[in-house]
């Protein structure tokens, strides 16, 4: 089994369509690698503009991710665009039932 992440990027500033983008490239560059599974990744957007992905790593994939040029690039140009917050940050968080914009992928 592998497992199922939930990650959350805040935007800098002038950077929201560049993430946006990047969240919509994400999973289909590691699904080709052959590093996640076929479960359909979700992203959507905190009120705050926050972009929270949810996707689901292959056994061993994060692991070989970290070894991988084409993925340390990807999450170079992340780091150039946001930054990676705790979802607890999120006062959607504080909700019994968190509600968030949905990203279409």
Aim: hydrophobic share 45%.
């Amino acid at each position: 089994m592998g497992a199922m992440v939930i990650v959350a990027y805040r935007p800098k500033p002038g950077c929201e369509w560049e993430l946006e983008a990047l969240v919509r490239e994400h999973v289909p560059c590691l699904r080709t690698l052959g590093l996640v599974t076929e479960r359909p990744a979700q992203a959507m957007r905190a009120k705050d503009g926050t972009i929270v992905e949810v996707f689901e790593w292959k056994q061993g994939g994060i692991e070989a991710a970290h070894n991988s040029a084409r993925v340390a690039e990807l999450w170079e140009r992340f780091a150039n665009a946001c930054d990676y917050v705790p979802l607890r940050e999120l006062p959607e968080a504080e909700a019994m039932f968190a509600e968030f914009e949905p990203i279409a992928l």
